[in-house]
């Protein structure tokens, strides 16, 4: 509202704008209902971002009722003709910020579950501004607002009010004779700003990319793995050592939890990628980011060196939670390299070949193999052709295995007193299954005689996989890894080029998958969609204006738009993600606005019989003050959340 009182220096004129942000929010709201839609983190999120817009239609409709004000007509009068000669001007400006979203709608995938709501919260939010602007915004005034006189309020505001009069003269001054110069060297201006054009199109391959960007959830996990076989009970000794590195060097600490090994039936669903008594992992949650000074990436990055060194063994560090695993489909890290193929020997010499091209890649961190090797394990090898002989099959010698060391089920016993259920387990007593030479001696029944296991099978020691991964019926292996310093984009180039050099064997397929295919999917998309905004846009002004050409002069504030988001994206360090390509089609939108008002204005005095260069002059001269409060309550109300302020 300070832009506003700075501006049109009139108290009663900060009040009716103040007035229509709430009433424009209650009526989102209202539209809202009707639309059965709830209020949640995208919804609200729609209405942050329309804040700073909703204003734009009630500032330019009031600003030229002042105007019309100051020139000496009353009150009425001054407001009906005021809203009439802008409101085609901000009707246009309003539908093409909202047909920017429709688009949207032809998004598949994580952008349109995400962002529809979000589109649809700022369209009906926009759409009930210019309500608003074009309806109670005139009553106000006509009720309220006064011809100026003296300045009002106390001696300091009158003085505020005095110097910000005096700046904006200077300003209009300035302006006007550049825009005299500029009009005087039409080629030259239009050379610039093509050439400005290029020059940042060409900066895009600066700019790095990821599917979206790091947020600060207040925590991070770490994942333990040591040799497959490991005890249980040194697992929690590594764990409780990692324990105490935590305490010592996270100040920031608010709890801690830790799991060591994982469960069986339903709790092995929690126990991640790696299972077993060999595996451990642990939740850190930190203090509000209010409350504390580094970001959860700088705390990992101090505590990464002080974790234990584990021979044979590693740990890793998972980033984000719940909303970042939502976001990516439940995937803990951002880099993954598939490797399908049947032969597990072969699988895993190249899954060891991708993980040591992944640790020679800068800003890859946290390189993970998900098949875990050396389990050991006892192999009943079965010698077919005597089980023939003796009329057994393979199934039938695997189901008496099963049965004396694992046990059966045979019954279900009820007790007659509490009426609890207990499973009746039949098996061998625990000291005939305790060797391996107990294993063969486990006894087969055929053709009514008793045969020991070893007669018809051999006992081989071996390791194995702790768990073989299939996708599409195909074995398959993971390489996982984090990203530390570096954007998923850069990164993900370099690893596909890397890739493509690696020698794969006839019956392989390694890909690159994980959030680097989710991104290129949404850019494809959005780009799309982007394209599409450009055209509605496009098509909206050439049936409000009737004309072809007029929308084309409107539409080349699209390109310096794009300069604009160039640069902020290059000179802050922000990459292209999925929230930042949304922002790009608002923009689209958005800044056709001020052209829109500026055109708008020019056409009108053309028809009243001034020379195009003087109509031009007249409606910069017109168009400055509205333009530059439009554009400042804008950026203003977008500031808090590009400064990421709040949690």
């Not at 697992?235 to 409780?240: G, W």
């Not at 790009?584 to 028809?607: F, K, P, Q, Y």
């Amino acid at each position: 509202m300070g832009i506003i009182l700075v501006f049109l220096r009139n108290l009663r004129s900060t009040v009716i704008i103040a007035l229509s942000i709430p009433i424009s929010i209650t009526t989102t709201f209202v539209l809202m209902y009707f639309n059965r839609m709830t209020l949640n983190i995208m919804t609200l999120g729609g209405l942050a971002l329309g804040v700073g817009r909703l204003v734009d239609d009630s500032i330019v409709v009031l600003e030229n009722i002042s105007r019309r004000l100051e020139a000496g007509e009353d009150s009425r009068t001054a407001s009906e003709r005021g809203a009439t000669e802008v409101s085609r001007a901000i009707i246009a400006a309003t539908v093409t910020s909202v047909v920017v979203f429709l688009p949207i709608a032809f998004v598949q995938g994580v952008a349109a579950v995400l962002f529809w709501q979000l589109a649809l919260t700022v369209g009906l939010a926009l759409l009930a501004s210019l309500f608003e602007s074009l309806t109670l915004v005139p009553i106000l005034t006509a009720r309220f607002l006064r011809p100026p006189g003296a300045a009002e309020g106390p001696g300091w505001l009158r003085t505020l009010f005095a110097r910000s009069e005096a700046a904006f003269t200077r300003l209009d001054a300035a302006y006007q004779a550049l825009l005299a110069w500029a009009l005087a060297r039409r080629w030259q201006v239009v050379g610039a700003t093509a050439a400005a054009l290029l020059l940042s199109l060409a900066a895009i391959p600066l700019i790095g990319t990821e599917f979206f960007p790091p947020s600060d959830e207040g925590g991070f996990g770490i994942t333990v793995r040591l040799p497959a076989g490991t005890r249980l009970e040194e697992t929690a000794k590594v764990v409780t050592a990692i324990e105490a590195a935590v305490l010592e060097e996270v100040p920031e600490l608010r709890s801690m939890f830790a799991r060591v090994g994982s469960g069986r039936g339903r709790g092995a669903i929690f126990s991640g990628r790696a299972a077993g008594p060999h595996t451990g992992f642990m939740r850190i949650r930190l203090v509000p980011l209010a409350e504390r000074r580094r970001s959860a990436d700088e705390i990992m990055a101090a505590l990464r060196p002080r974790l234990p060194r584990v021979p044979g063994g590693s740990l890793t560090m998972v980033t984000g939670g719940l909303v970042s695993r939502l976001i990516t489909f439940g995937a803990e890290e951002p880099i993954v390299v598939e490797i399908q193929g049947y032969d597990l020997g072969t699988g895993s010499r190249l899954a060891a070949e991708v993980a040591s091209l992944l640790r020679g890649i800068q800003g890859v961190a946290d390189v993970q193999v998900s098949r875990e090797e050396g389990l050991p394990e006892l192999r009943v090898a079965v010698d077919h052709q005597r089980l023939a002989t003796l009329g057994l099959t393979a199934s039938q010698v695997a189901a008496t295995v099963k049965t004396a060391i694992g046990g059966f089920e045979a019954s279900l016993y009820v007790d007659p007193v509490t009426g609890r259920e207990h499973n009746v387990l039949v098996r061998l007593q625990e000291p005939d299954r305790q060797q391996i030479t107990d294993l063969s001696q486990i006894t087969l029944t055929a053709n009514g005689r008793q045969i020991p296991l070893s007669n018809v099978a051999h006992v081989l020691r071996q390791t194995s996989p702790t768990q073989i991964e299939r996708k599409y019926q195909q074995r398959l292996v993971r390489v996982v890894a984090n990203t530390a310093g570096r954007d998923l984009g850069s990164i993900a180039a370099e690893i596909e080029a890397a890739l493509a050099r690696l020698e794969k064997p006839k019956d392989f397929v390694i890909r690159l998958a994980g959030a680097r295919v989710e991104q290129a999917e949404a850019f494809r998309n959005l780009a799309l969609a982007l394209l599409l905004a450009v055209a509605l846009v496009y098509m909206v002004l050439a049936s409000q204006y009737r004309s072809l050409l007029h929308p084309f002069i409107i539409m080349f504030s699209v390109p310096l738009g794009v300069i604009g988001v160039i640069w902020a994206l290059l000179l802050t360090g922000t990459t292209l993600s999925v929230i930042s390509f949304i922002g790009v089609i608002m923009m689209v939108g958005i800044v056709v606005s001020n052209a829109i008002l500026l055109v708008d204005t020019v056409n009108l005095r053309r028809r009243e019989g001034m020379v195009l260069e003087g109509a031009i002059l007249h409606a910069g001269r017109a168009r400055l003050r509205p333009i530059l409060m439009t554009s400042l309550t804008t950026m203003l109300g977008l500031l808090p959340m590009a400064l990421g302020l709040g949690e």
